[in-house]
């Protein structure tokens, strides 16, 4: 296995034109605006000209609950869509851009790993095509309209008790969670409880990942609400008159942003909100035009199945009209190892008791994918260190669940190690087995929808909401909110809301501390347990590793 570094790896490749990688799905070059000699962005009107196209199959991955010893989600998205064009298949990826919040704190990037990245590595890990940066600027305008509308006379009678829109940035910066503005006399405005969360929580975020279209994304800009008026009606962003120019900003962001895979292969990478936040998927628009396009999509989830593959389920493909053929689930020796109560630092030795007691993590997330009506494949990430009485120990385990197991070394071999999974992942995509519908109807109420995943996905035994949730849920059903689904905002690393229990527990209690109406983006968040929607750097973060060599090269990214 290669013992260099990926932004090494990602340094060396050969990266050919983008006008190139475009005519390979069929894009012409003028239909391309280029960011540089490696990325574009599609034009809106070559997406129009789309519609009537047959879709190609869409192919989920998703993981296993994340441990410190990783479990390489997008590295397999990457290697699986290299390993499909290595047999003959015209496939796509899609992915989400990268946070600056994980990038310089411990998560890393998003760009994949080893052999199976996309590139500019670099430039996907920091700043890319401006998407994030005009995300936040579009958020803040929203606050500071409101801000502006109290200090010009409040036409609108907002409470300043109850403005709940935020300010946002892509960074992680606990000192910000909480904090008083408009200190500093009648100059600076009135004074009032505010916070910041990070871009990626940003409802403006999901908007824009849920949206058809520009005209879609100003509409659903319109709808969200920021406060409420003195006699509780709601303040929208419609009446600050604020939609028009908040889409203005959102322009460029809008339009699909086109890369490619070491092996030069086509990958879309769009939009961002993360999955124990929010809904954890890349955009509709990003992956609607990526079907059109390619014969094979695979996209991704974020962090286990029980978030990001519930939500993309509940929420993306009921709300875009989406149908998963095949669902490949990402596990690796080391985290189920973990999960079967091993420490990091004794990862290294052979434990074929401890990935069997941990593969129960594994078979609650088989059993769930299975509930949505789609056929699940297992990838196991290679390490180096996997001995081969605990591949087959995984193996074994699959198998009496119902799903194959396929060892995957695309991080060493890159699309090469992932052939064998792509062959099979194409059949069953091929056979039309899906049979997918999301896990609760639209009616079902909201608390019912909330009690629904907390235990078909969960296992939870009890669902916990003091009166004044409940009735916060009664009045949105009364206001026309019933049928919208639930974003469930919870810890990532465990099934429970406890980041410590792990394997699959069952039976425990989900505390839903707060809930919040996503009218623009088309969904009720449920904050369960101690998530927080701003998160802090750790106590050695990865800032302090990543500067400019003498070469003026970017080192530290990972």
Known sequence: ???????????????????????KLGIPAADLVPYGHDKAKLGQGFIDGLAGRPDGKLILVTAINPTPAGEGKTTTTVGLGDGLNRIGKRAAVCIREASLGPCFGMKGGAAGGGYAQVVPMEDMNLHFTGDFHAITAAHNLLAAMIDNHIHWGNALGIDVRRVTWRRVMDMND???????????????????????????ASEVMACLCLAADLTDLEERLGRIIVAQTFDRQPVTARDLKADGAMTVLLKDAMQPNLVQT?????????????????????????????????????????????????????????????????????ATVRALKMNGGVGKDALAAEDVAAVTAGCANLGRHIANLKKFGVPVVVAINHFSGDTGAE??????????????????????????????LAARVAQIADAGLSQFAPLYPDETGLFEKIECV??????????????????????????????????????????????????????????????????????????????????????VPAAESIRLNAAGQVEGLF
């Open 174 to 200: 606990r000192a910000l969670r909480d904090m008083v503005v408009g200190l500093g006399g009648v100059p600076n405005g009135f004074p009032r409880e505010a916070g910041f969360d990070i871009t990626v």
């Open 1 to 23: 296995m290669s013992t260099r570094s990926d932004i090494e790896i990602a340094r060396d490749a050969t990266k050919q034109p983008i006008q190139e990688i475009g005519a």
């Open 262 to 330: 070491l092996e030069n292969n086509p990958a879309f990478v769009h939009g961002g909100p993360f999955a124990n936040i929010a809904h954890g998927c890349n955009s509709v628009i990003a992956t609607k035009t990526a079907l059109k396009l390619a014969d094979y999509v695979v996209t991704e989830a974020g962090f286990g199945a029980d978030l990001g593959a519930e939500k993309f389920m509940n929420i993306k493909c009921r709300k875009a009209g989406l149908a998963p053929d095949c669902v490949v689930l990402v």
């Open 391 to 420: 591949i087959e120990a995984v193996k074994a385990f699959a198998a009496g669940q119902g799903a194959e197991a396929f060892l995957c070394t695309h991080w060493a071999d890159g699309g090469a190690g992932a052939q064998a």
């Open 454 to 539: 907390a235990h078909e996905i969960y296992r939870a035994g009890e669902v916990v909401a003091d009166a004044r949730i409940r009735k916060q849920l009664a009045d949105w059903e009364a206001q026309g909110y019933g049928a919208l689904p639930v974003c469930m905002a919870k810890t990532q690393y465990s099934f429970s809301a406890d980041p410590t229990l792990r394997g699959a527990p069952e039976g425990h209690v989900l505390p839903v501390r707060e809930v919040r109406l996503s009218a623009g983006a088309g969904f009720v968040v449920a904050i369960c347990g101690e998530i927080m929607t701003m998160p802090g750097l750790p106590r």
